[in-house]
């Protein structure tokens, strides 16, 4: 029997996988194999990982009839008295691989310390990156990014910006063009990749938070980019201007962007235009705490 476990790891080796094993849940995948084939998957599995993290336990002729094999993680197999035991990553392992301790990343940690402080106010965390993406429609599955921006925010300062526009497959329907004012022409001309979009940006965002209006829309086509590209997960934690907005505006006639911003009469000069709907968003954000 051999369980293997991963990580954010790139699509193609997920599917290499499933050809041998079963898949029970996501990146879980379990099965009986030969020695020879359970060895060579699992070289597969740590040339094609990535920046990804992967577990093997599989049977062994051994007191316990288990082994483990881990790949670019803290925690590690080790002997206790001819027993096979996962140890927990001491600081030495963790700085060794320059990775952060029990693999939580400093967002991760942000985020757990503003809900231990139960009903307080949200403050604004030291560190975190508001985004937008402008989309070809609604529907994840069928549709296209065509724009991405951000702004990155330092200790309550802008620090830095990104933006791509994005050259989609397909083509743009005339509803998006009159919506945003994007053509085909201008997509054609400064439109870069998906793929160089995507990197740029996963780069440039790193474990930070992120904020977004209506984050699950913009995070959900964030994600199938990064599954269609075979790049890692994106599973940064993230904030609602929308859930916050709702808190505080409990008698808004909706939670658009545009009725948000007038509500509180903040500006948006450039409406469905990603890097000034961030702007907006940033200053919606900041608005919505001091409240």
Not at 139 to 152: F, N, Q
């Amino acid at each position: 029997m051999v369980v293997i476990v991963l990580e954010k790891c790139p699509l193609a080796l997920r599917g290499d996988l499933t050809k041998w094993l079963q898949e029970i849940s996501l990146g879980v995948y379990v099965g009986k194999v030969s020695a020879r084939v359970r060895d060579e998957l699992w070289k597969r599995v740590c040339e094609e990982c990535k920046n990804g993290r992967a577990t093997m336990v599989f049977s062994a002729r051994n007191e316990q009839h288990l082994a483990f094999q881990v790949h670019n993680t803290t925690w590690e197999p080790i002997d206790f008295d001819g027993i096979t035991l996962m140890m927990h990553p001491s600081p030495a392992r963790t700085k060794e691989l320059g990775r952060k301790r029990a693999g939580w990343s400093n967002a991760a940690i942000r985020s757990k310390a503003r809900k231990s402080m139960g009903g307080s106010a949200p403050i604004e965390p030291e560190e975190y990156v508001v985004f937008d993406v402008e989309t070809t429609g609604l529907d994840v599955d069928r549709d296209e990014i065509i724009e991405i921006a951000a702004i990155k925010v330092v200790h309550g300062e802008e620090s830095s910006r990104f933006h791509e526009i994005v050259r989609p497959k397909g083509r743009v329907p005339r509803k998006i063009t009159e919506l945003t004012g994007m053509t085909d022409e201008l997509l054609d001309s400064q439109g870069v990749e998906l793929s160089l979009a995507m990197e740029g940006f996963l780069s440039y965002v790193g474990d930070d938070i992120v904020v977004a209006h209506n984050v699950a829309f913009d995070s959900g086509f964030i994600q199938a980019s990064c599954e269609e590209c075979d790049l890692d997960d994106f599973d940064n934690d993230c904030i609602d201007t929308i859930a916050l907005a709702k808190k505080k505006l409990p008698k808004a006639p909706n939670y658009r962007l545009k009725t948000v911003l007038d509500l509180l009469h903040l500006d948006n000069e450039r409406p469905h235009r990603a890097e000034s709907d961030c702007e907006a968003t940033l200053h919606l954000f900041r608005k919505l705490i001091e409240m």
